[in-house]
């Protein structure tokens, strides 16, 4: 392990989020709230000073590897959201140290989890941040310094990085260069997010709404402004424009890179995308059916079904109705949509779509051996050779997952809450998504937890964000010895 040059990487985000930080200083300013600047500069100050220590650390030798790069993202997630936590801890704003690490943990992680009862008791620059961690956290903190920083030309890490952050089964880049990869990917993702800007803005929605509107729903991440989400603002226009674009950001970035070198025809073959648009489309159509008794307009129930089967498909997590009271069926499909998620190399969570078609395309071959033993099949995914990596990757995550959803349903359970509710709880934050059913559903909170299930629905945020093994390598002892000799890259 490279501990130094590890230190160093940390203290460059350390750097970021204290840039980052001015935003919602700026705002606390422009609406008089004196109280939260205090606390955004305090914070700012400590921040700023940790990262600079970090990057007095001068590095013996520049050897970074698989292991470096999962350790720095699973170690970076958890001091921006240490760090980030301090605003709401200082202001007065949430009391307790837990709660407020739930929530900044929930930011940046584009969960949408909360355990405030009442969001608008918050000063703006507050509600602003805690918005802004969502757009953050969306593409990754780690891919935004590839795109704005040179952070080891020539020492080979920058892959390393993007891998261990980036959700899906496989990450590839873009163009041979991996800084350059993600200045597009961040491009594309900005583009995105003043086009969203801009077109609440045409629906006569206000300024500082549309821009944390927009940092919620480019990062998935669903926190919203005021108490009723989404639907305080009763308009067809507006939630039909924050429908469009959860969708958009719930597909393969790599989908818009082709869709921009003009590749039509490689980008709608694409398996994933059209599973990921068939399970969408389907589900909207069923759902629509399902509760059309009880709004009585077919447009009506169409425009709840389709927001809310986007809003938990892509783990955005924003509501405008309380779908905890539709028909069993409808509340039963909403659940499996939290466990598929959205596609690989979006920002959204769950599963990802591309890892159950592998599953889907595993079975099948294992199903057609058993029938042919001597039958030579080879998986496929658009008309390419899955390598046997991927699909053991994708077994392997798959066995962690349910791991993690029964050991984290257990402890939950010793809260003594209904089964629906500590398991909806458990699922919303692995999936990354936020509200569940019952006690979590769309009118409830996290508040009522303990300590103890919040902090394992905490940890469940961070391991479903970076989808397991970077944060179970900092609990590996070996992770941590200092070697002679780095181990070769994969």
């Known amino acids: 392990m490279n501990h130094r040059v590890v230190a160093r990487l940390l203290g460059r985000i350390l750097i970021i989020e204290t840039i980052a930080l001015a935003l919602p200083l700026t705002v606390c300013l422009i609406y008089g709230e004196a109280g939260s600047a205090k606390a955004f500069l305090i914070t700012m100050a400590c921040t700023a000073a940790v990262g600079l220590l970090a990057l007095r650390v001068k590095a013996q030798h520049k050897q970074f590897y698989a292991l470096e790069g999962f ?50 008791a918050l000063s703006h620059g507050l509600l602003f941040w805690r918005s802004f961690t969502h757009w953050l956290g969306g593409m990754g903190v780690l891919v935004f310094l590839l795109a704005v920083a040179s952070i080891g030309k020539g020492e080979g890490h920058e892959l390393y990085l993007l891998k261990a952050e980036s959700p899906g089964p496989n990450v590839g880049k873009l163009t041979s260069k991996v800084g350059k990869s993600a200045k597009i990917l961040y491009g594309l993702y900005v583009v995105f997010s003043l086009v969203e800007v801009l077109f609440l803005l045409a629906g006569g929605m206000p300024l500082y709404d549309s821009l944390c509107t927009m940092f919620a729903t480019a990062g998935t991440g669903g926190f919203g402004i005021k108490n009723t989400s989404m639907a305080f603002y009763q308009s067809y226009y507006l939630q039909g424009v924050v429908t469009v674009f959860m969708a958009l950001f719930g597909v393969n970035f790599n989908i818009f890179f082709l869709l921009l070198m003009r590749e039509f025809s490689q980008a709608w073959h694409d398996e994933e995308l059209r599973v990921y648009l068939g399970i969408m489309l389907s589900s909207i159509a069923l759902i629509t059916l399902n509760i059309l008794p009880i709004y009585g307009n077919t447009f009506e129930a169409f425009h709840q079904a389709a927001f809310q089967t986007v809003s938990i498909m892509t783990t955005t997590g924003f509501t405008t109705t309380n779908f905890d009271m539709w ?42 051996r058993m029938l042919h033993p001597r039958q030579v099949k080879i998986l496929r995914m658009n008309g390419k050779q899955l390598d046997n990596r991927i699909v053991k990757g994708v077994s392997l995550f798959m066995t962690a997952y349910f791991i993690t959803v029964a050991a984290s349903f257990l402890i939950v359970s010793l809260d003594n809450k209904s089964m629906v509710t500590n398991l909806t709880a458990v699922l919303s934050c692995l999936n990354n998504i936020g509200p569940g059913l019952d006690l979590v559903g769309p009118l409830g909170n996290f508040s009522s937890f303990s300590n103890l299930s919040k902090a394992v629905l905490t940890l469940d945020m961070l391991l479903g964000r970076l989808e397991f093994f970077p944060v179970i390598f900092l609990f590996n002892p070996a992770v941590w010895r200092v070697r002679k000799r780095i181990h070769e890259p994969d």
């Open 71 to 120: 350790v720095v993202t699973a170690l970076s997630w958890i001091v921006i959201s240490l760090f980030g936590a301090l605003p709401f801890y200082l202001s007065g704003a949430i009391p307790s140290l837990m709660d407020c690490f739930f929530e900044v943990v929930s930011g940046f992680t584009t969960t949408g989890a909360s355990i405030l009862s009442d969001v608008e």
């Open 327 to 368: 028909p069993e069926f409808s509340r039963s499909l909403l659940v499996l949509l939290m466990v598929a998620g959205a596609c690989a190399g979006s920002t959204g969570g769950g599963m990802k779509t591309a890892r159950l078609v592998i599953a889907l395309k595993s079975v099948k071959k294992e199903i057609s």
